[in-house]
C-alpha cells in the first residue's frame, strides 16, 4: 500500500467560521493532523453556534471531525513559547485573524520562520494583508453584494455561503501548491488568500459576459433561466429542474409530449417568449412530481425533480459511495458527517475510524507531553492562565 504523506503533516489551525473550517477539514481528511488552536476562555465561538446537541453545535461538528483542540494564551509569554515549540513541529499554520493581529501577538509569519524556516502560512483576510481595506469588518453576503453577484441573483441570500466556501477552496489549494513547491526548494512560503478575490474568481464567466456585451449585465441578459434550462412546479407543489441544452436532449424531450412545436423556443428567455414559457409551466404542472418521476425514469435528457433535503440525503447515503454517513460519537449520537470528495487512488479518504470534534482544550496536555513538558510544568501553565486543558 501506497505511504500517505499528508499523515506526516501537522497543521495549526487558529481559523474561525466556515473558510476556516473547510480548508483545514479536507487536510484532515487527508490525513494530515489539525491542531486547533484555541484561547483559554470560550475557544472557537462557532462551538455555540445553535442548534445544539447536547452542547456541541451543528457548525462545529461539521466542519471538526479528525482534528484536536490545544488551548494557549497567547498574549502569555508562557503560552506563546509553547505555540512556538508546536511551530518546531508543524508544516503550516492557517488563520483568518485581521491583518496585524498576529504581529501584535508576536506569532506572525516572520516569528514563525524564526523556529521553523520553512513554515508555511496561509493568511486569509477579505482583500489581503496589504490592503487597508482588510480592516473592515466584512461578512459573506456583502462581498456578494461589492461583486455584482447580488445584483444578478435578485439580491437572494443563499442558503449557502459562497464567498467563505470559494476563500476555504483557494486556501486548499494556496496550501497543496506551496507543499509541492517546498517540497522541490525546502522553501516555506507566505498563502496571501482573499475572500473578495476568491469570489470574483468564481464570477469569472459572468464577468465575461458583461465584458462581451459591451460593459452591460443585466438579469435578463444572463444565459439563464431559458426555456430548456429551467425549475418548474408540479401539480402537487414540487418542482423539476431540466437542462436540455443539447439538441438531441431537447428534442426527445418534446417529442415524447408530443410538443415539438416548441423546439424552437430552446434558448429563448422568458422576455423573449413568453407563450412558449406559459406552455412549458402549463405541461409540467399537468402531473404530480412523482409521475413525473415516472416518466422521466427511462429517459436519458437530463431533467431531475427536485428533492427535499431528508430525500437528498437518504439518496446519497443509499448510494453508498461513502461520501456520507452517520457516525455514533459519544456526545453527539448519531451524528450526519460528509466527507471531501477529494479521490486519489493513492491516499483513499473514508470516514471509517473519524473521531468526533474535539472538546475545548482536549488535547493539550498529550500534545504539550509531546513537546517535552512535564505534567508538572503543564500543571503550572494551566494555573497561571497560560494554557487551557478540557475538564469533564
Known sequence: MNKNYF???????????????????????????????EDTGTGDFCRMEEPLRNGVSHYFSALNRNKKSVCLNLKSEEGRQA?????ETADVVIENFRPGVTRRLGIDYEAEKSVKP?????GMSSFGQDDPRSLKALHDINFQALSGYLSLNGGKISPIHFVDVST????????LA??????YTGEGAFCDVKMFDSFVWWNALIDARYDFYGGQITPDTLDFPALSYNVYPTKDGG?????????????AFLKALDREDLLPYKRFRRQEAPEAFAAMESIFLSRTTQEWKDFLSDKDICAMPTQTKEEAISYIISSDTGLMRYITFPRTGKTLQTRSPISLSSVPISLDGATPCPLLGEHTVDVLKDLGYSQENIQSMIEAGAVGAYKE
Not at 178 to 183: K, T, V
Request: positive net charge; contains cysteine.
Open 7 to 37: 499523515a506526516g503533516l501537522r497543521v495549526l489551525d487558529h481559523t474561525r467560521y466556515l473558510l476556516g473550517g473547510y480548508a483545514t477539514q479536507a487536510l484532515a481528511d487527508l490525513g494530515a493532523e489539525v491542531i486547533k488552536i
Open 118 to 122: 520553512n513554515i508555511i502560512h496561509c
Open 168 to 175: 476555504g477552496m483557494v486556501a486548499i489549494q494556496s496550501i
Open 83 to 87: 505555540y512556538f515549540r508546536l511551530v
Open 178 to 183: 506551496a507543499l509541492l513547491q517546498r517540497s
Open 239 to 251: 418542482s423539476v429542474s431540466i437542462a436540455m441544452l443539447e439538441e438531441k436532449f431537447w428534442a
